[in-house]
Structure formats: structure tokens, C-alpha cells
């Protein structure tokens, strides 16, 4: 997700690589019949970008995971959530 999201900016002249784009996965399990499942993932970005990079970053963020192939792979069996932060 982080390279889909990340080339995704690049492609529209918004520098994602050498640090600036950062990936937070947080991961929530419950039990079925005594077996761990992963039910849902969080993933928070944090992109260092200029303040008016952001109506770009919100358009990219809205439509990047129909693309990515581990969002379309994981989507049918866990919930994945994602976010991000411009700093």
C-alpha cells in the first residue's frame, strides 16, 4: 500500500521517497473458535510535504487502494482503514 500510495504522489510531482512518506500498520485480531484472525488493519501515513500539496494528497488518498494490489488482494477478507498526515 505504502509504494501504490507513494507512486501515486510521485506521479503527480509530490516527492514520496528518501523518508518522506512513512507507514503506521496497526493490526486488530480476534478469536474464532480459538484460532487468532486478523480482523482489521490501520494504516496511517505521514507524508512531509508543503501545506498545499494537500488537495492533491486527499484526491491520490481517496482513490490509491482500487489500484493497489495488496488493498484489492487483503479487502475481500479483513477490514483496512487508512489515513493520513501531512507534516
Do not use: N
Amino acid at each position: 500500500m505504502l509504494g501504490t500510495f507513494g507512486g501515486a504522489l510521485e506521479a503527480r510531482t509530490i516527492e514520496a521517497s528518501g523518508g518522506k512518506l512513512i507507514a503506521e500498520v496497526r493490526g486488530e485480531v480476534e478469536s474464532e473458535g480459538g484460532v487468532l484472525m486478523i480482523r482489521r488493519v490501520y494504516v496511517k501515513f505521514r507524508l512531509q510535504a508543503p501545506a498545499d500539496a494537500q488537495p492533491v494528497v486527499e484526491r491520490v488518498h481517496r482513490i490509491y487502494a482500487e489500484k493497489c494490489p495488496v488493498y484489492r488482494t487483503l479487502r475481500p477478507a479483513l477490514e483496512i482503514h487508512s489515513t493520513y498526515e501531512l507534516v
